[in-house]
T-cell receptor, first 111, second 118 residues
Framework: GENVEQHPSTLSVQEGDSAVIKCTYSDSASNYFPWYKQELGKRPQLIIDIRSNVGEKKDQRIAVTLNKTAKHFSLHITETQPEDSAVYFCAATGRDDKIIFGKGTRLHILP | GAVVSQHPSWVICKSGTSVKIECRSLDFQATTMFWYRQFPKQSLMLMATSNEGSKATYEQGVEKDKFLINHASLTLSTLTVTSAHPEDSSFYIC??????????????FGEGSRLTVL
């Protein structure tokens, strides 16, 4: 089945700087890659997603890139703000249609 | 967006008892729901896929007799933790896709249920 690796596990960036989180996946048939943000004690919330027929997608300060050949995708957050502090999970949908999550990245925005 | 509601949000039980968690899709029909388990500071681990009208599909290492899943209607799936033990204490989250969306559509999560077994 699908295996998703996510790095780094923890990331601290100065407020206003950019943050980048990277993920790789194993199943070449995967075609949907969502990113979720989870605040402490709350449910995960979708922040952006990308499908395999697109290489890049942007939504205001958030962007995601996908390299199907290399089987990796990345989340980019620009002009980070305190409210961006949370745990971020990447995920991939394998050929069996299950969404498998990476281990998460704890993002700290430093004042 | 679509709404998934989960109940209870918090439950404490004695070791050996069973606990049922409900997951409802409020404004859409979900032929498939997914149950995840999340330990503190860890990722969401898929436990099983709940299919309406048929048996659930369990991930490797998940005991189907321990975690009973029933998906009796297009809007309700239940997870029953049987004979709970302290090691079953965790955050359980259900999720569902809007049935009208493609199979690779957005996954909507319930609020989660925090189970503590004494």
């Amino acid at each position: 089945g699908e295996n998703v690796e996510q790095h780094p596990s923890t990331l601290s960036v100065q407020e206003g700087d950019s943050a980048v989180i990277k993920c790789t996946y194993s199943d070449s048939a995967s075609n949907y890659f969502p990113w979720y943000k989870q605040e402490l004690g709350k449910r995960p919330q979708l922040i952006i997603d990308i499908r395999s027929n697109v290489g890049e997608k942007k939504d205001q300060r958030i962007a995601v890139t996908l390299n199907k050949t290399a089987k990796h995708f990345s989340l980019h957050i620009t002009e980070t703000q305190p409210e961006d502090s949370a745990v971020y999970f990447c995920a991939a949908t394998g050929r069996d249609d299950k969404i498998i999550f990476g281990k998460g990245t704890r993002l700290h925005i430093l004042p | 967006g679509a709404v998934v509601s989960q109940h209870p949000s918090w439950v404490i039980c004695k070791s050996g008892t069973s606990v049922k968690i409900e997951c409802r899709s409020l404004d859409f029909q979900a032929t498939t729901m997914f149950w995840y388990r999340q330990f503190p500071k860890q990722s969401l681990m898929l436990m099983a896929t709940s299919n309406e009208g048929s048996k659930a599909t369990y991930e490797q290492g998940v005991e189907k007799d321990k975690f009973l899943i029933n998906h009796a209607s297009l809007t309700l799936s239940t997870l029953t933790v049987t004979s709970a033990h302290p090691e079953d204490s965790s955050f359980y989250i259900c999720s569902a896709r809007n049935g009208r969306a493609s199979n690779t559509g957005e996954l909507f999560f319930g609020e989660g249920s925090r189970l503590t077994v004494l």
